[in-house]
């Protein structure tokens, strides 16, 4: 039970000169904008070539609301989640980087914010967004037919707990796209800390491979899983870097809640050695 009242977000009309565009699109009488990710190849496929006419869709992180857009024309009624400004990252708290990264992330998210309600004016958007924590999202918020989570678990300190309020949100599909950095080969599901006492990451935290979301999304109630592997273009290394979207899918209402009646093992026994 999450309760509350979902609290929608004031549309805002910045400055361009205050903007920052995460992706590369055309925006009308500016022309081209974007440092990040040109997503405009491969966009069906990262959003696991989903149909989104008439559906109502939960989108986690925004950034500078290209998929927003995209998935809008394409017929969707669209409520996008994103990070308060307060807030800032759930950054790695390194001793002595906390309060200058942190600082620093705010005045980037600021700047973010303002490039998607940019976006959003110049596009004549009509979708809804929400500032706060997935996990905190309250049930007045109502069901969706579809939740997207591209380029975000990675960011998560409690990626899963992200993870899995989609999946309780979501009635028919989620879709979570991630680059995929280095691979990753275990018998079991895992997934794997990024930083380590001699890197310097502080905004990144995951490394979760398809297998592993895939696993998460069946045990959800998302039993129909399939993995779309692709590339997509970054901008600011010049390369096309490999990309999952797994995709998973609700068979029936009932697959939500599988009879396991006759089954003992709720309790995994894991092996001490
Ligand atoms: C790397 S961008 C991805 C943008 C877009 N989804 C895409 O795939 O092109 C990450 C987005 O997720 C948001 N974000 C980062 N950490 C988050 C968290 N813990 N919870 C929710 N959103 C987060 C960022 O503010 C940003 O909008």
């Known amino acids: ?3 509350g009242t979902v609290q929608y977000a004031t549309p805002r009309f910045p400055n361009l000169a205050d903007c920052y565009f995460y992706h590369r699109m055309e925006l009308p009488d500016i022309g081209e904008v974007g440092e990040e990710w040109d997503l405009r190849q491969n966009v069906s496929t990262y959003l696991g ?3 989104f006419a008439g559906k109502r869709v939960l ?9 927003t857009a995209y998935m809008e024309r394409a017929g969707a009624d669209v409520v996008s989640v994103d990070l308060p400004v307060d807030y800032g990252w759930d950054i790695v708290p390194r001793p ?6 942190l600082q620093q992330r705010r005045r980037h998210l600021e700047r973010l914010h303002n490039g998607f309600w940019y976006t959003h004016q110049k596009l004549g958007l009509k979708s809804k967004v929400i500032y706060g924590r997935v996990q905190d999202l309250p049930d007045s918020v109502g069901k969706f037919d579809i939740a ?10 409690d990626a899963m707990g992200v993870l899995c ?8 599909r989620v879709v979570v796209s991630e680059a995929v950095w280095r691979k990753i080969m275990a018998p079991f599901p895992v997934m794997a800390l990024i930083p380590t006492p001699t890197n310097t990451a502080c905004d990144v935290w995951w490394n979760i491979p398809p297998e592993s979301v895939v696993s998460m999304l069946q045990i959800m109630g998302f039993q129909k899983t399939r ?28 697959s939500a809640n599988p009879d396991r ?11 001490i050695t």
């Not at 002595?96 to 990264?101: A, D, H, K, L, V």
């Not at 993995?227 to 009932?254: F, M």
């Open 165 to 172: 309020r989609c999946c309780e949100l979501a009635t028919e």
């Open 96 to 101: 002595g980087m906390r309060e200058e990264f």
């Open 49 to 51: 070539e989903t149909n």
């Open 148 to 157: 997207i989570i591209a380029a975000v678990l990675i960011h998560c300190r």
């Open 59 to 67: 989108e986690i992180g925004p950034a500078s609301g290209f998929l």
């Open 227 to 254: 993995v779309l592997n692709h590339q997509q273009w970054q901008c600011s290394t010049q390369k096309a870097i490999p990309v999952y979207a797994a995709i998973g899918e609700r068979v029936s209402s009932d």
């Open 261 to 271: 009646s006759g089954s003992q093992d709720f309790q995994v026994q894991l092996p």
């Open 1 to 3: 039970m999450h309760s």
